[in-house]
Nanobody, 126 residues
């Protein structure tokens, strides 16, 4: 069983940047695909970013591509999401999730991630 805890959320203005962190404990971090998802009020949870266990494959939806960057530090058991040029529509609860072990590709749907953190709120004001 893995425990995931997100941090770094907050209230920012449009155009600002934030870096989210997700610290994992309880089992191996380095051998698993990791992902970020978000859920805005009244909307379904959506995919934001994913990185494979090697760190050499990443994926993003068009809505954040070029603005968000996912990365991982396996020595620190930590996943990051650097968010630049934030927009009000980025306002959501952001979730960290752990996926499949030793998979070179990444999953972009919730079904690929059995373990989730509690989430951190990101609010972008206009």
């Amino acid at each position: 069983q893995v425990q995931l805890v997100e941090s770094g959320g907050g209230l920012v203005q449009a155009g600002d940047s934030l870096r989210l962190s997700c610290t994992a404990s309880g089992r191996s971090f380095s051998s698993y695909t990791m992902g970020w998802f978000r859920q805005a009020p009244g909307k379904e949870r959506e995919f934001v970013a994913a990185i494979n266990w090697l760190g050499d494959t990443r994926d993003y939806p068009d809505s954040v591509k070029g603005r968000f960057t996912i990365s991982r530090d396996n020595a620190k058991n930590t996943l990051y999401l650097q968010m630049n040029s934030l927009k009000p529509e980025d306002t959501a609860v952001y979730y960290c999730a752990q996926g499949t072990r030793f998979k070179t590709t990444v999953d972009t749907t919730e079904e690929g991630y059995p373990y989730w953190g509690p989430g951190t709120q990101v609010t972008v004001s206009s």
